[in-house]
């Protein structure tokens, strides 16, 4: 089954420490986005990636930082920089077409600092 | 700049009542129309798009949307609701802007469904 998988589902971790979360996906998508999500304030993009070796900063960028190696591949770091990193993080990936596309998304992860 | 306004954060609708969800938008450009679900602790799934032509489309699960361009709203409508409808509503505007296909999302509408 073609889709986005996001590992780990749970993920603690101690202050000051830097975790990598895990996206791939096997829809054969250019672009893959990570979001961050809080109670009562939505989504907030935080990179995008429309190309292999290539990404742009969203929203909030600051704390995160990201890598597109390969096109099924989107891993996000957490950095210790991150002030208040605890959340539901979103993968999502979407085709590149001219008139737009919808986004697919993965299952998310859930991340606490201890 | 895009955005997203769901001014309803909660709603409450018994089973088998209708239910309308209010989005409203501001874009540019045409807007790219769409309404995500989310039941706790997972992903969002989509529902419904809008991206051009017939201004009321049909999605899944029974829900439809009505494009209105003089009201810049998207508003999500469902004529029978039932027990696991219960979930969190995103509506989300995007584009091919020169950020590729961004999104912006609402901050949501919870949904609570009586019995």
């Known amino acids: 089954d073609g889709g986005i998988t996001q590992s780990p589902k749970y993920l603690f971790r101690k202050e000051g420490q830097n975790v990598t979360l895990s996206c791939e996906q096997n829809?054969?998508?250019?672009?893959m986005y990570w979001y961050r999500q809080d109670p009562g304030q939505g989504l907030r993009l935080i990179y995008y990636?429309?190309?292999?070796?290539?990404?742009q900063k969203g929203d909030i960028a600051e704390g995160y930082s990201v890598s597109r190696e390969k096109k099924e591949s989107f891993p996000l770091t957490v950095t210790s920089a991150q002030k208040n990193p605890t959340a539901f993080y979103l993968c999502a990936s979407s085709p590149l077409l001219a008139g737009g596309g919808e986004q697919f998304f993965g299952p998310g992860t859930r991340l606490t600092v201890l | 700049a895009q955005s997203v306004t769901q001014p309803d954060i909660h709603i409450t609708v018994s089973e088998g009542a209708s239910l309308e969800l209010r989005c409203n938008y501001s874009y540019g450009a045409t807007p790219y129309l769409f309404w995500y679900v989310q039941s706790p602790g997972q992903g969002l799934q989509l529902l419904l798009k809008?991206?051009?032509?017939?201004?009321l489309v049909q999605g899944i699960k029974g829900f439809e949307a009505e494009f209105k361009r003089s009201q810049s709203s998207f508003n999500l409508r469902k004529p029978s609701v039932h027990w696991s409808d219960a979930a969190e509503y995103f509506c989300a505007v995007g584009g091919l802007t020169g950020g590729g296909n961004k999104l912006t999302f609402g901050t949501g509408t919870q949904l609570k469904v009586e019995l």
């Open positions: 809008y991206f051009s032509g017939d201004t």
């Open positions: 990636s429309q190309i292999v070796n290539d990404f």
């Open positions: 829809l054969n998508h250019d672009a």
